[in-house]
Nanobody, 116 residues
Framework: QVQLVESGGGLVPAGGSLRLSCTAS????????MGWYRQAPGKQRELVAT???????NYATSVKGRFTISKYNAENTVSLQMNDLKPEDTAVYYC??????????WGKGTQVTVSS
């Protein structure tokens, strides 16, 4: 059974930084990419950043230049370095394993709160 465990969320003032990590355990077949998504209260879940096994990255326009996604294949770990955080970055952040086919996997989420 695949499990994703996120860590690193918390409360930070505007302009501050946080680093999120996600480690996947279990046997993962046909993994294409890992990524981070977020969901703010009353809003739909949205993509933050993804990184493929080859290291190709994709970022939401709102976080480009501020967030950096990295991966460690051997450990099935993905991290998200978040700098210059803004109150609008406040959300629950979810880790996701994106597969070529079959069901994707989600973590349970970690809360990020940015105070103004």
């Amino acid at each position: 059974q695949v499990q994703l465990v996120e860590s690193g969320g918390g409360l930070v003032p505007a302009g501050g930084s946080l680093r999120l990590s996600c480690t996947a355990s279990g046997t993962i077949v046909n993994m294409n990419a890992m990524g981070w998504y977020r969901q703010a209260p009353g809003k739909q879940r949205e993509l933050v950043a993804t990184i493929t096994r080859a290291g190709n990255t994709n970022y939401a326009t709102s976080v480009k230049g501020r967030f950096t996604i990295s991966k460690y294949n051997a450990e099935n770990t993905v991290s998200l370095q978040m700098n210059d955080l803004k109150p609008e970055d406040t959300a629950v952040y979810y880790c996701k394993i994106i597969r070529n086919y079959g069901m994707d996997y989600w973590g349970k989420g970690t809360q990020v709160t940015v105070s103004s």
